[in-house]
């Protein structure tokens, strides 16, 4: 069975850090890319950032400087670490993944919640 498991979020105050982790069973990083996403309620969810499967990064423009994925291919786990945090990237955070010969996320982890205050 394929499953992702997200875990990492909580409160940090505005200028911090949390790093998020998504650990995959079931799936394999040389077929699959992974991405995290976030969603306020009320808003649509919106993509931050992805790894594909041969290793290339993806960001959205709100992130790129603050935010970096990773993946440790022996620990099956993609990392967010987001340096810099703004009230604005309160949201629900989800793991996602993808096989590489598709565009459509398939496979959803449980969202985790970061809160920054200001």
Do not use: H
């Amino acid at each position: 069975e394929v499953q992702l498991q997200a875990s990492g979020g909580g409160l940090v105050q505005a200028g911090g850090s949390l790093r998020l982790s998504c650990v995959a069973s079931g799936l394999s990083f040389d077929d699959y890319a992974i991405g995290w996403f976030r969603q306020v309620p009320g808003k649509a969810r919106e993509a931050v950032a992805c790894i594909d499967k041969a290793g290339s990064t993806y960001y959205d423009d709100s992130v790129k400087g603050r935010f970096t994925i990773s993946r440790d291919k022996a620990k099956n786990t993609v990392t967010l670490q987001m340096n810099g945090l703004q009230p604005e990237d309160t949201a629900v955070y989800s793991c996602a993944a993808r096989r590489s010969d598709t565009t459509r996320y398939d496979i959803w982890g449980q969202g985790t919640q970061v809160t920054v205050s200001s």
